[in-house]
C-alpha cells in the first residue's frame, strides 16, 4: 500500500519536484562569508597587479609601449577581427593611462576592504578587464583567474560579511547581528565552482597529450626551467620515482578534482593537493601571485558557515591572548 | 533570509547554461584540432560564443604547464651606440657606430622584481618568440600560395611587433641602434645538474635563434651540379 501511495506521489510530483535538487544547487541561501574572504583576496590582487603595472607602466601602455597601439590594433583588428575591445588601446595619453591605473588600484583596494562593494566590484572587474585586454602578450594564469573571479564576485553579496559596509550598517542599526543569507551568494559561488572545475578538467586533458607527464619527468623539467625557478627544487632529480609519483599525482588530481571535489569525504582530500600543488608552484616555480590566486579560488569550496566558525575561534583566541 | 523568484531561477539557469558554453567554447576547440582536421562541432560552438567569451577574457585554452614544460625563451636586447660626427657623413644621414653594444636580456632575473613585474616581461618575451616567422621562406614553399600567403601575414606581423619594441626599448634605452635576437635556454637532463653540476643558467643551454632558416633549394642545386659531372664518364 505504501509503495503504491509512493508511486501515485511520484506521478502527482509536478516537474518543478524534479528540478528542486539543481534549483537547491544554484539558489538556496547561504551565508556571504565564503564570498567575502574571496573579495578581500581578489581585491588586494587586483591593487597588486594595477601597481606592478604602474612600476614600469610607460613599457607597458602609450606611445612608448612595447607593443603599441598600432600592432594592437593589427593584430586584433587587421589580422583577426576578435572581440577583444578597450579603450586603452585607443588611448595615447600617459596622464589619462596613470588616471586608469590609480582608479583600478583604488577599486581593487575599495573592494579588499568591502567599501561600497556592489559598485566596486563591478568597477574593479572592468577596469581590470579593460587592462589586460590592452596587454597582450604580457599576461598569463593569474590575469585569467582574478577576472573570473573578479566577475562571479559582481554576482554575490560578498560585501554582507568582513567589510567597511557591514560595519557601517551594524553601526548604523545599533545591533550585532549575522548578515541575511541570500541565494545570490549561492549562485555566485557555483560558478566559480564550476568554472575552476572546468580549468583543472582541461589542465589535466592538456596534461595527458604530453608524453613528459606521462613518462614522470615532466615535475624535473619543471623544476629545471631557469626562467620559472624561484627556489632551487631541482634536488626533486635525485629521487626519480618521488618527481614521477608527483607527476602523475598533478596529472590525476587535476584529471579528477572536477568529480571527487563534491562528495564531502574527498573534497579536504582535493583541497590538501590544492594546497600542495598550488603552494608548490608558487615558492618553487616563482609563480607567488598566480599559486595564491589558485588557492583563493579553492576557498568556494569551503562552507561560508566553517569560515565563520573559524574567525569566531580565531577572534576569541585572540581576546583571551 | 532572501529567496530567488522562482520565475528569475529558470531565466537564471539559462542564461548560465549559455554562460558555460562561453567557458566551455574555447578549451573544447584548442583540444579538438589536429594537424589534419578540427572537430566541426566544437569549431561551430567556438565561433557561436567567441564574441562573448573574448570579450569576457574567457577565451583560454587552460593549458599550464602542458603539453610539456618546454624550453625558455628570451630575448637580448643589444643596443649599439651612435656617434654622430660633424663631417659630411653625418650630414648625410650615415652615423659611425664605435663603442661595443651594451646588452640586456628580456626577462632579467635581477633587476626586474617584484616576481610579478618579471613575470610580464617573460610572458613577452614567449610571446615574441610565438609570433615569429622567418624573413624568408623556400622558393619551393613559395608554390604553396596558402602557405606562402599565411606566412606573408606572420611575417608583417612579427616584423611590426619587432618595430614596436625596437622602438620602445630604444625610448627606454637612449639613443643608439637597437636589435633584438631570439634566444631559447635548453631544459638540462638530471644527469647534467645533479652529476657534471651544470648549472641551470650555464651559457651553454642558451641558443641565439635564427630569424630566417636556410633555403634549402639555394643549397642543394650547387651540390648537385658539382655530382652531375662526377657522374659522367671522362
Known amino acids: ?321 | 533570509m532572501r529567496n530567488c523568484p522562482k520565475k528569475m531561477q529558470a531565466f537564471l539557469l539559462a542564461i548560465g547554461s549559455l554562460h558555460m558554453l562561453g567557458v566551455l567554447a574555447e578549451p573544447l576547440r584548442f583540444f579538438s584540432r589536429s594537424e589534419v582536421a578540427v572537430a566541426p562541432d566544437f569549431e561551430l560552438l567556438a565561433e557561436t560564443m567567441q564574441t562573448y567569451s573574448q570579450w569576457l577574457y574567457l577565451d583560454h585554452g587552460y593549458f599550464f604547464f602542458a603539453p610539456n614544460p618546454g624550453p625558455g625563451r628570451l630575448i637580448r636586447c643589444s643596443v649599439q651606440p651612435e656617434l654622430e660626427s660633424e663631417d659630411l657623413s653625418s650630414s648625410q644621414g650615415l652615423q659611425i657606430q664605435a663603442e661595443a653594444p651594451a646588452e640586456t636580456t628580456l626577462p632579467d632575473k635581477l633587476n626586474q622584481r617584484p616576481r610579478l613585474l618579471y613575470h610580464r616581461y617573460l610572458m613577452l618575451a614567449e610571446f615574441y618568440n610565438s609570433r615569429f616567422a622567418p624573413s624568408h621562406i623556400s622558393a619551393e614553399s613559395m608554390k604553396d600560395t596558402e602557405f606562402a600567403a599565411r606566412w606573408a601575414q606572420d611575417w608583417v606581423m612579427y616584423d611590426r611587433l619587432q618595430a614596436s619594441m625596437m622602438k620602445s626599448l630604444k625610448h627606454k634605452l637612449g639613443t643608439g641602434r637597437v636589435t633584438l635576437s631570439r634566444l631559447e635556454r635548453s631544459l638540462p637532463t638530471p644527469y647534467m645538474v645533479l652529476h657534471e653540476k651544470v648549472p641551470l643558467n650555464d651559457p651553454r643551454l642558451l641558443d641565439v635563434l635564427p630569424e630566417s632558416f636556410p633555403d634549402p633549394t639555394v643549397q642543394e642545386l650547387p651540390a648537385e651540379k658539382l655530382k652531375e659531372p662526377d657522374a659522367k664518364p671522362q
Not at chain 1, 624561484?230 to 609519483?245: F, K
Not at chain 1, 584529471?255 to 573534497?267: D, E, H, Q, V
Request: proline letters at 3%; one cysteine or more; aromatic letters at 14%.
Open chain 1, 1 to 321: 500500500m505504501q509503495s503504491l501511495n509512493k508511486l501515485s506521489d511520484d506521478q502527482g510530483s509536478s516537474w518543478a519536484d524534479h528540478w528542486q535538487p539543481l534549483l537547491d544547487f544554484f539558489f538556496q541561501p547561504s551565508n556571504s562569508h565564503t564570498l567575502a574572504l574571496i573579495r578581500i583576496f581578489t581585491g588586494s590582487m587586483i591593487a597588486y597587479i594595477h601597481l606592478v603595472w604602474m612600476l614600469d607602466l610607460e613599457a607597458f601602455m602609450g606611445p612608448h609601449a612595447l607593443v603599441d597601439n598600432a600592432f594592437w590594433h593589427a593584430l586584433h583588428r587587421e589580422q583577426v577581427l576578435d572581440a577583444k575591445w578597450t579603450y586603452l588601446a585607443l588611448v595615447e595619453s600617459m596622464p589619462l593611462i596613470w588616471a586608469h591605473e590609480i582608479l583600478a588600484m583604488v577599486a581593487g583596494l575599495l573592494l579588499a576592504f568591502g567599501l561600497k562593494t556592489r559598485i566596486v566590484s563591478i568597477l574593479a572587474w572592468f577596469l581590470t578587464l579593460m587592462t589586460v585586454h590592452r596587454m597582450t602578450g604580457m599576461l598569463f594564469g593569474l590575469d585569467q583567474i582574478v577576472i573570473m573571479l573578479s566577475m562571479y564576485l559582481c554576482l554575490g553579496r560578498s560585501g554582507d560579511s568582513w567589510s567597511v559596509d557591514a560595519w557601517l550598517q551594524r553601526r548604523s542599526s545599533g545591533q550585532i547581528e549575522q548578515p541575511e543569507a541570500s541565494w545570490s551568494n549561492t549562485f555566485a559561488t557555483r560558478w566559480i565552482q564550476l568554472h575552476l572545475c572546468v580549468i583543472y578538467l582541461f589542465g589535466g586533458i592538456g596534461k595527458m597529450r604530453g608524453d613528459m607527464w606521462w613518462d614522470g619527468s615532466a615535475m624535473w623539467y619543471s623544476a629545471a626551467a631557469y626562467e620559472y625557478q624561484s627556489w632551487d627544487l631541482t634536488w626533486i632529480g635525485y629521487s626519480p620515482m618521488v618527481a614521477s609519483i608527483l607527476t602523475h599525482m598533478t596529472v590525476f588530481w587535476e584529471l579528477s578534482y572536477c568529480a571527487l571535489i563534491w562528495p564531502k569525504w574527498t573534497r579536504p582530500v582535493m583541497l590538501g593537493i590544492a594546497l600542495m600543488v598550488h603552494g608548490g608552484i608558487a615558492i618553487y616555480l616563482g609563480m607567488i601571485t598566480f599559486g595564491f590566486m589558485m588557492l583563493v579560488a579553492n576557498l568556494a569550496f569551503v562552507s561560508p558557515k566553517l569560515l565563520f566558525d573559524w574567525s569566531l575561534a580565531f577572534s576569541k583566541a585572540s581576546r583571551e591572548r
